[in-house]
């Protein structure tokens, strides 16, 4: 039986315990049963059998509202039971919610942002956990009615009390414990700790150096966690622990073994208040061979009451009363808070930290805001999204980062952005443009495609002028004016045509020059397009004069 409950037979006389039952009951019973004294106890426990109602009034109210409250904080105590997080009121089900980080996009203030930036949807990386009900625990035990009524007129309700309610108060904390310790065991079987290897600190050969050893990497870890990591976690989501929430829970012998001023140092806490954030617990308690120390914090456990209430039922052929504590909560634990494991026997979770190496640069693909694949052309005066990735060994590593350039082009307002924008100015006068694509990592690695420039050509200075490319094959659509004549001179007069190049049989005329067109001798004037342009539906015209007949 625990020592500390014995003196509350000392503190409380038998007037006490029926004065704290009365005092918790209502008119009716405050009635029939007066306010008890050393001097009328027999006359008040007489009151209480003599009527059957009222004494089964007072044996429930002396063991659900005395009894469980009194004694509840006086009996054996679940070491871990300060990691609960309180009582679940409503439903059966705790839904535990972990969310990431964003991924960074650069501000540029010039860029036009399409639809999709500006409507579209960002979902955040989200990791959800629900945690249900699972453990439903009675515990019955019976109160015998003429040792009750023996023990309240021999002042001996004390004792009674606590021979009754220790048991199964004690019971169920030592099963909440119990259950609380195996979600260590369950989640060292689904190999969800982050391990590190220590010495066996109960080996007395080298203690002291072994003690010393693992005092190190205690300190190396609780100054690790508070960093933001994906490492230290059964769901690899990206976690810190904050220096206060740190718990550490040790074996005896573990415990035994550090220097307790050392292990607070380890903490950059004091003493005092190390001894808040450490739990000892027997080794064998963890069930997991070769185990040290725990590493976590205050969130681990997911444990929360869902019903704690006793019911009860009188036995009127035997004269007892059985009394059943039921005990609901939901028994589970956290994937999202770090864990670290310190095990002699285990060897040390394997962090790789080699450069993943890059062997090229993948296909570049540019769409259109409707997401159509451009394998071609690109339009002047548009908008483009360039995708396009290095490779990597591994695959998909973290440095498969490409810089974005553009080949030789004329217009000021055509770029790219290393985000991926391709803009294509609306005056480019190239007829094609090359999108070249570099590794950051390194630069050795490129990738170049080349797409036609089609669209209408938008000339803003000095003469402002929109030449149409009709079919989108990137050539201007021009159709030649006719060489003008003048019959009374019989002078020809080449106009000034943009793109287009006028000949008189192998010789080039200039725009303005003038042909005469001599007696009778036929003079033939030929346009043809100049270098990236054309005549209309990419014919030759061709026009004849005569003298007195055009």
């Known amino acids: 039986m625990p020592k500390n409950i014995r003196p509350l037979s000392d503190v409380f006389n038998t007037a006490d315990w029926l004065n704290a039952v009365r005092n918790q009951q209502g008119s009716d019973y405050q009635h029939r049963v007066p306010e008890a004294t050393q001097a009328n106890v027999q006359e008040t426990v007489q009151n209480l059998w003599d009527y059957t109602a009222t004494r089964n009034q007072f044996v429930d109210a002396l063991v659900n509202q005395i009894g469980l409250v009194l004694f509840r904080n006086s009996i054996w105590q679940n070491p871990l039971s300060e990691f609960k997080i309180g009582m679940l009121e409503q439903g059966e089900t705790i839904e535990e919610v972990m969310n990431g980080l964003l991924q960074a996009v650069d501000y540029d203030f010039d860029r036009d942002e399409l639809e999709k930036e500006l409507f579209g949807n960002h979902p955040i990386e989200v990791q959800t956990s629900f945690h249900k009900v699972n453990r439903k625990d009675r515990y019955p035990f019976t109160v015998n009615l003429p040792g009750l009524r023996f023990a309240l007129l021999n002042n001996q309700l004390g004792s009674f009390m606590t021979n009754l309610m220790s048991t199964p108060q004690t019971s169920d904390q030592w099963d909440e414990y119990l259950l609380m310790m195996n979600l260590f065991r369950e989640y060292d079987k689904a190999e969800a700790y982050h391990n590190v290897k220590v010495p066996d600190v109960s080996d007395q050969t080298s203690v002291s150096a072994d003690s010393r050893f693992l005092l190190r990497r205690l300190r190396e870890y609780s100054n690790t966690l508070p960093f933001i990591s994906r490492l230290y976690n059964p769901a690899g989501m990206p976690v810190a622990a904050k220096p206060d929430e740190l718990m550490l829970i040790t074996t005896a012998t573990a415990d035994a073994a550090m220097d307790v001023e050392a292990l607070a140092a380890a903490f950059n806490i004091t003493k005092a208040e190390f001894g808040s954030r450490k739990i000892v617990v027997p080794a064998n308690d963890f069930g997991i061979d070769g185990v040290q120390a725990v590493l976590t914090t205050n969130k681990f456990f997911v444990v929360a009451d869902n019903l704690i209430e006793t019911t009860s039922l009188f036995n009127p052929a ?197 042909v005469n067109v001599a007696n009778g001798t036929p003079v033939t004037i030929t346009a043809v397009a100049r270098s990236g342009f054309e005549l209309a539906a990419g014919a030759t015209a061709s026009w004849t004069f005569t003298y007195g007949v055009a």
Request: hydrophobic content about 30%; proline content about 5%.
């Open 318 to 514: 035997k004269l007892t009363t059985n009394y059943w504590l039921h005990h609901w909560q939901v028994m589970s634990a956290s994937r999202f808070a770090p864990l670290v494991m310190f095990n002699s026997k285990r060897e040390s979770t394997v962090i790789s930290n080699s450069d993943t190496t890059v062997t090229g640069v993948g296909t570049i693909t540019i769409k259109d805001k409707t997401g159509t694949v451009q394998a071609a052309n690109v339009i002047r005066g548009t908008l483009y999204d360039v995708n396009v990735s290095a490779t990597t060994n591994p695959a998909n590593s973290d440095n498969d980062a490409v810089t974005l350039t553009l080949g030789a082009h004329t217009s000021q307002f055509t770029y790219i952005t290393n985000n991926g924008d391709l803009f294509i100015g609306p005056d480019e006068e190239s007829q094609t443009l090359d999108i070249i694509a570099t590794s950051t990592d390194n630069n050795g690695f490129v990738n170049t495609t080349t797409r036609t420039v089609v669209g209408d050509l938008i000339i803003p200075w000095p003469s402002p002028e929109v030449i149409p490319d009709t079919d989108q094959d990137g050539l201007e659509e021009v159709t030649p004016e006719k060489p003008g004549w003048d019959s009374t001179t019989n002078v020809i007069t080449i106009p000034n045509q943009r793109g287009v190049q006028y000949k008189n049989g192998a010789t080039n005329l200039n725009n303005g020059a003038t």
